[in-house]
């Protein structure tokens, strides 16, 4: 029995020598069970994990719909709009648009190849009785101006009567354009501008028009 009994202390010492010499376990070497999901590993980066977050739908990004004021012919009435709307912690900014208010025809003679030509083909017009001016400027200089209309009817008769008389005559359209100023309010704070705040802005603005439009609308900021 006592030496069984001093081979079991001898066989203790030995295990306990053995465990302190074997390397510790590292951290990277454990996978949490928590992130084990049959069988396999789930990884989700930090990066990953941002990114998600700070996703926005199609319709965040550029399907709002913002409110627009205005609609006047100055900046001035606009921008005391913007200015009354900002007094009352509701966000504004200023917004311009282009509208083609009228169209002119322009019956003319295309540019000749030297101004001593073309002086011989206005005189040569004059002489004919066919009123011209000579055009001195712009990609048509060296032309020759027959009339600008505001129907088109007109020109077009004057274009067909120059034609039939030998000349090679053109037309072409100018659009006149006009300006109309907005205040352009974010989706977020439209919700502000109920019907109260509308009637009240209307008779302080007269003519002013309101509408929803998409806040990627045609109509720029400026």
Same mark, same amino acid.
């Given at each position: 029995?006592?030496?069984?009994?001093?081979?079991?202390?001898?066989?203790?010492?030995?295990?306990?020598?053995?465990?302190?010499?074997?390397?510790?376990?590292?951290?990277?070497?454990?996978?949490?069970?928590?992130?084990?999901?049959?069988?396999?590993?789930?990884?989700?980066?930090?990066?990953?994990? &941002?990114?998600?977050? =700070?996703?926005? /739908?199609?319709?965040?990004?550029?399907?709002? *719909?913002?409110?627009?004021?205005? #609609?006047? %012919?100055?900046?001035?009435?606009?921008?005391?709009?913007?200015?009354?709307?900002?007094?009352?912690?509701?966000?504004?900014?200023?917004?311009?648009?282009?509208?083609?208010?009228?169209?002119?025809?322009?019956?003319?003679?295309?540019?000749?190849?030297?101004?001593?030509?073309?002086?011989?083909?206005?005189?040569?017009?004059?002489?004919?009785?066919?009123?011209?001016?000579?055009?001195?400027?712009?990609?048509?200089?060296?032309?020759?101006?027959? &009339?600008?209309?505001? =129907?088109?009817? /007109?020109?077009?008769?004057?274009?067909?009567? *120059?034609?039939?008389?030998?000349? #090679?005559? %053109?037309?072409?359209?100018?659009?006149?354009?006009?300006?109309?100023?907005?205040?352009?309010?974010?989706?977020?704070?439209?919700?502000?501008?109920?019907?109260?705040?509308?009637?009240?802005?209307?008779?302080?603005?007269?003519?002013?028009?309101?509408?929803?439009?998409?806040?990627?609308?045609?109509?720029?900021?400026?």
């Amino acid at each position: 029995m006592r030496w069984v009994f001093l081979l079991l202390v001898a066989l203790n010492i030995f295990y306990f020598v053995w465990t302190q010499q074997q390397p510790p376990s590292l951290a990277g070497d454990v996978v949490p069970f928590a992130l084990v999901e049959g069988g396999k590993a789930r990884i989700r980066l930090v990066s990953e994990h &941002g990114n998600r977050e =700070g996703e926005q /739908s199609p319709m965040t990004a550029s399907g709002e *719909i913002c409110l627009y004021l205005g #609609g006047f %012919e100055t900046d001035q009435r606009s921008s005391m709009l913007e200015q009354r709307l900002i007094s009352l912690d509701i966000q504004a900014g200023q917004a311009v648009t282009n509208l083609e208010s009228s169209k002119d025809y322009w019956v003319y003679l295309p540019p000749f190849g030297s101004r001593d030509a073309a002086l011989r083909q206005f005189k040569e017009l004059q002489a004919r009785g066919i009123d011209s001016y000579l055009i001195t400027q712009g990609d048509l200089s060296n032309g020759i101006s027959l &009339g600008i209309f505001s =129907g088109q009817d /007109s020109a077009v008769s004057l274009l067909e009567r *120059i034609r039939a008389m030998g000349y #090679g005559a %053109e037309l072409r359209e100018l659009v006149r354009e006009r300006r109309e100023h907005w205040v352009r309010v974010p989706a977020r704070d439209s919700v502000l501008v109920g019907d109260d705040l509308l009637s009240r802005l209307v008779q302080d603005f007269p003519g002013m028009r309101h509408q929803m439009l998409p806040c990627a609308s045609p109509i720029a900021r400026e």
